[in-house]
């Protein structure tokens, strides 16, 4: 606008701006052009008001309460909203900080790390695609496919885990105590005790070892050389453990029978002995044991 030095009143007067009203009061009026033509702007000592478009190029900051109206639009660019609260809000896609929402329907969602808790109402339901989540604490949850991520700490559940139908894949499971119907398990479980039936014993400490055995001539069942005893290491047996052994051996003559016992810690004594009457010739082989530690 020129400026309105040394211009006639009569030549510019509609250049001026000025409220409908005789002055301003606590009502909004229009701001008018001083030959009355109407702006989108509406003022008064409370507020300020546009009918039309409002374009902010610069940075504005709101310290009040901010009310939309039917719908809030942003059609393309970035809105970076330090705490969103709100009651209903259907979004697309969205970047969230920290948010407050009342009831919320979100097509795609990117929510950044949560140093706090996160703390639902009565419920969260994701129908469709997918929730990837750091760390989950839920009462009650009810998932229908979840693929979690590896934990690098423990994993507490709390009275029960209970899977009705698929397949749930375990690197290594550790736990106290564990009842499973049906169980197929590939690699490993690592149980603290582990009860066989509703009154069986329960089981509380499994030791395995293999050790080789060369060739050996038995005698018959009457002779001084109708045995061949040593030892190998099994880590873990103790005096008092139940030990279980089998041989896999080549032989000639007769089979030899074996029995095995805990010689001392850590280490498991086996017996090779002839029953018979005829000689047995064991050529090679290897004789593997397992011991069990039991409880009422």
């Not at 790390?113 to 639902?120: D, H, K, M, N, W």
């Not at 060369?214 to 139940?242: E, H, R």
């Not at 030990?243 to 095995?260: E, K």
Request: hydrophobic share 35%.
């Amino acid at each position: 606008m020129a400026s309105l030095q040394n211009q006639n009143i009569s030549e510019s007067f509609g250049q001026l701006l000025k409220t409908a009203g005789s002055s301003v009061t606590a009502s909004l009026q229009n701001i008018t052009g001083g030959n009355d033509t109407a702006t989108a702007l509406q003022l008064s000592t409370t507020g300020v008001k546009s009918t039309g478009t409002l374009a902010v190029d610069g940075t504005s900051l709101l310290s009040g309460i901010v009310t939309f109206g039917t719908s809030l639009t942003a059609s393309t660019g970035t809105s970076t909203i330090g705490t969103l609260s709100a009651s209903t809000a259907t979004i697309s896609t969205a970047t969230i900080s920290t948010a407050s929402l009342g009831t919320a329907t979100i097509s795609t969602a990117t929510i950044p790390l949560q140093l706090g808790a996160v703390t639902f109402g009565s419920n969260i339901t994701a129908s469709t695609g997918t929730a990837t989540i750091g760390t989950l604490s839920a009462s009650t949850a009810t998932i229908s496919t979840a693929t979690i991520p590896l934990q690098l700490g423990a994993v507490t559940f709390g009275s029960n885990i209970t899977a009705s139908t698929g397949t749930a894949t375990i690197g290594t499971l550790s736990v106290i105590s564990e009842t499973a119907t049906n169980s197929t398990i590939s690699n490993r479980i690592t149980a603290g005790t582990y009860r066989i039936g509703a009154t069986g014993p329960s089981i509380t400490q499994a030791s395995y070892g293999t050790a080789t055995l060369g060739a050996v001539t038995l005698g018959t069942m009457t002779s001084a050389s109708s045995a061949s005893t040593g030892t190998f290491a099994m880590s873990g047996l103790v005096a008092g453990d139940t030990v279980i052994g089998q041989t896999n051996i080549a032989f000639t003559g007769s089979y030899p029978a074996s029995s095995f016992s805990v010689a001392a810690s850590d280490v498991c004594r086996y017996t090779i002995f002839n029953p018979t009457t005829t000689i047995s010739t064991i050529t090679s082989g290897t004789i593997s044991a397992l011991a069990l530690r039991t409880t009422a």
